[in-house]
């Protein structure tokens, strides 16, 4: 019996470790993930790295190739424009809904969060940042109580999770999506379904511009990289 709950640790210690150096950029987009690698590097055996990576495939972390194993998932503006349209139209649903009953807990979670991100820009603190956007957002969702409302929800972030925080990366995005993140939050408190739908709607733009550019520079610098230079011929 204590074999499964020690796998259940060391899986969990290995998916924090993994997910933390791909949100800060240690492990870059595209690259590949060697499963010997990251167990010494971890100092943890094959099976919670295979279990950790199997997880954070699940989030949108990473992708597995037949073959070829994991890789951390790269961005297109595809990508982007995709995820995005689907997103304002859930996000913008449930604002409302959060405006129009925001409770008390509600509302004091979401200016713990806000608290909580206001010491992480103090810090430069790029992963705490992206864990407290997607939460921030987790908590606008709950306060719905629309069991299926939560699990889109669930389901978008985990796909958003790589997004977010190459935008907090984006220059300027940092501060800029914590004062809409607070413009937001002014909206539920005050029951504002109005004012809460218009500062959702800004921030979720402002964050898909800001990424759409960080995903082009990144498509084409990936796509340089990959031309190989041709020498005059001889003869």
Known sequence: MPDPVKRTTLTEEAYQAIRRQIITGALTPSSKLVVATLAKGLALSATPINEA????EREGLVHYSPHRGYFVSSITPENVEELYSVREVF???AVRLAAQHAARQTVQQLQDILQQARQSIRLNDTAMFSDLDIEFHRVIWLSTSNALAVRI???IGGHIRLL??????APGRFRGAFDEHNEIYKAIKANDPKAAVGAMRHHIRSAKTALS???SEQFSARANATVVPIGPSRR
Request: aromatic share 0%.
């Open 91 to 93: 996000e913008l649903l």
């Open 213 to 215: 550019h960080a995903a």
């Open 153 to 155: 929800g669930e389901l």
């Open 53 to 56: 990576l199997s997880a954070l």
């Open 164 to 169: 977010v925080a190459t935008t907090a990366r």
